[in-house]
Structures are given as structure tokens and as C-alpha cells.
């Protein structure tokens, strides 16, 4: 409304200003002065409703390497190639985590556990739908369909969350992450690259998975019942789809940006997914500290911090890390609520009063360290948080992600997968792609 008033205030100058007799009748400077005035209250309106309205609505996704740190898209995108390269075809023992099998097949593995989860399958289908990496994204699908995905009984189109390399399940649970990312890979396949025929029919894929998510049986306590992976009642992801582990969920594992767009694809079940996304944001604002930003890894669904099997889990681990990726990504994308602003503001002061070279990964919620070493993982995820924040401190934790080396070693999984997902989301190459017109 406010946009609208300026432009027919600007229209009406515009009219004076050019009609002879009555600018004859005015002071021509203070008319310009008035225009001038006006223009800039046009130009500051339209920046802030495109950047209210976020990337999913204009299609401008921001690369804070170029704003910020003043590289040139050529750094950036060489920079994106040299991580991808690494990770995927560097050195067997060393650098790489993208394994090919055969002649259509690959994973990516664990490395310091020595196994294939959905996490890291996921995780990688969508750096290569967004790296336009086609070849790579099939072969990874095709292994996580043959090993993982089951085939019947309750858990049919379920994914067992880990395997052995040579593909041999070593629990047939599923952890809901990799279900999530595996639907959105899919349908960001199904918009960049078309529909094959068999397994390669990407959204028939996704929307098979997403019907399962919500077609088995509701809550229940005993391990031998499979169950949704959304609690019905409060419209949240679990933890785990079986038993007690139904119960609760992983903050980690909120992903409200995915959620609108599964509402849009995904017609047999939009309502749920707004709702779902609207229960996320809502539940992210009560899990949270209100000091330091800080999430725990687990928590029931009105927000308490919970560690059910003594792991520490009420404090902020290593899946946490990742939910300030997720409230800057979703406000990028879909801008819908301020708070994220809030959050990633308090989260980066937070750790800018640790030391930008010495905070560590692993806290209490309250801000007492666990740990006496910083991860590249969360280093990573910590700079995506400036996509949403607008604290000074922001540019300090791009450039440290900028000026980190690619993760190699024994640790260079969760960590390498986290940094090119770093990189792709700072660069604004981490896109939404759109059924095709």
C-alpha cells in the first residue's frame, strides 16, 4: 500500500513539474529537491519489498563472496569447481567421498565410519542436481534405490539409513533427513533435467516418497511398528518413523523451505505441507536459546531440549550445526518471518564473542564449551547465517569460510559435504528449480 502511495505521489509530481504554468508559479529547486526526495523513497520501497519477498518470488539469490568480500564470479565459480572436484574425484584415500560403482552406480561414503547413509546420498544428489551434474546425480540414485530404498512391507519407499559399502543394510530404521532431501533432489531433477522412463521418472520418485511419508501408521511405542514421518498432530518431522524414537524430533531436520515447495508439487497433501512448514517455523522460535542462538540435537515437539540415550544430545552437537543453515536458507528463499533475521544475528554474535578463530563445535545451550577445537562443518554453516543476518560481524564469517582449504582426511565427510553446501548457499548457487512453464 505504502509502495503504491509513493508511486502515485511521484506520478502527480511528475504532472506539476511539467506543466508550464504552474511550474512557472514554483521554485524550480525545491521542486527538484521534491522529486529527489521522492525517487529515493521509490528506490529504498522496491529494494526492501524485493528483498521481503525473498528468492522463491524474484529469482535474485545473493552471493555474499561479490558483495562482501568483493570477488569476481569467476573466484567464486572456480572455487565451486575446485571443492566439487575434490570431494568427487580427488584422491581415493585422501580428498574424495563420491565413490563410482560399476558403470551407472556410485556412493558417497562415510568415511571415518566406514559406511553409506541416506545423509550423505541425499546430501549429494542435491550439489549435483544444483551443479547441473547429471551422470553423478543418476549414478547416486540408482545405488540409493538398488541397496537402500525397501522394497516391501511396512517400510516400503523407506530408505535403511545406513549401509555397508557394498551395500548390505546395517539398520533398516530410517532417519527423516535423508528422506527430505532426497524428495527435493528428485523434484529439482524432475524441473532442471526432465522425466526419464523407470526409476529416472524423478518426480513420480518424490511423490512416491512423500505419499509414504504420511500413509503409515500413526505414533506408536512398539520398534516393530513403522510409523509416519511427520507426527500428525503436531506436523513435525521425527526423529525416527518407528518406536519411541517417534516421539521426538531433531531440530536439524526442520526444513520449512522445502516443506512450501512440497506444498506447491505435491497436491494430494498441500495442506499438510504448509502446515508443516508453518509448525517448523513456529517450533525453530521455541527450541532455540533466546541468548545464544544455540539448538540442541534433539527435542520434543513444544521445543524442550531431550538426550534419550545419554549422548549429550540437550546441547549443540554436530547435527545442530545445520539449523542455522536451514532459518537463513528458508528466509532466503521465502522470507516469511523477521525472526530469522533475529536468530542469525543473535547466533553470529554469539559466536564473534568466542573469538572468530577460537569458538568451538561443541556447547552447552547456554554457552559453556564441550569441546576445545572448531569444525569446518560448522564453520560452514555459520557463514550461510549471513544470508539472513545483518550484524557487521556476518562479512568476518564468510570470509572464513572463503579462506578455509577444501576438508580432507579421515573427517572430510560431514564436513566436506557441509562445506560445499556452504559454498553453493553463500555463492546464491543453492537455487530452487521451477517446473518448466
Known sequence: MFLLFILKRFTLVLIL?????????????????????????LMFCVGRAAHAKGAYYTGNYQNLFVSLLGKSNEEVNEKLYRAFTQ???????????????????????DILSRDVRTEGMSYGMMIAVQLNKKEEFDRLWKWAKTYMQHKSGQREHYFAWHCNTDGTVLDSNSASDGEEW??????????????GEGIYNYKQEALTILNAMLSKADSSDDPHVVTTMFNTRYKQVV???AGEADDFTDPSYHLP????????????????????ATASRNFLKKVIHPETGLAPDYATFDGKPIDPWNGGHKNFQYDAWRVAMNVALDYEWFAKDRWAVLQSNRLLSFFSSQGIDSYVGLYTLDGKKLSDFQNPGLTAMNAVAALAATVDVRKSFVQKLWDMPIPSG?????????YILGLLQVSGNFRIYFPPQ
Do not use: Q
Open 410 to 418: 579421515e573427517g572430510r565427510y560431514y564436513d566436506g559435504m557441509l
Open 17 to 41: 513539474f511539467t506543466d508550464h504554468s504552474i511550474r512557472a508559479r514554483c521554485e524550480e529547486a525545491a521542486m527538484k529537491r521534491l522529486c529527489v526526495v521522492v525517487m529515493m523513497a
Open 87 to 109: 570431494l568427487f574425484y580427488g584422491n581415493d584415500t585422501t580428498e574424495r567421498v563420491y565413490y563410482p560403482v560399476g558403470n551407472d552406480m556410485a556412493y558417497i561414503e
Open 182 to 195: 532426497f524428495v527435493t533432489a528428485l523434484l529439482f531433477a524432475s524441473h532442471r533435467w526432465g522425466n
Open 239 to 241: 526423529f525416527v518413523p
Open 257 to 276: 523451505h522445502f516443506y512450501e515447495l512440497w506444498a506447491l508439487w505435491d497436491e494430494s497433501h498441500s495442506t499438510f505441507w504448509k502446515e508443516a
